[in-house]
């Protein structure tokens, strides 16, 4: 699962998709595209987080 969301993160901060969110527009004054990092950054640690947290509950 681990190695899943690597290459689900290697997706997400590959060109095509950066590129998509590159344009001039902004969210709430901040470029779309520094919102775009910020907010897959931390899907990506809180999907980590709670896949480790649920193995860890497992193995107790």
Not at 9 to 14: D, E, K, P, R, T
Not at 33 to 45: D, E, G, I
Request: hydrophobic share 65%; no cysteine; proline share 3%.
């Amino acid at each position: 699962m681990l190695v899943g969301l690597f290459f689900l993160a290697v997706l997400a901060f590959n060109f095509p998709l950066i590129s998509i969110f590159g344009k001039g527009r902004s969210v709430f004054g901040f470029p779309i595209l520094y919102v775009y990092f910020f907010v897959v950054w931390v899907v990506l640690v809180a999907m980590v987080y709670f896949w480790v947290e649920k193995k860890s509950k497992n193995q107790r």
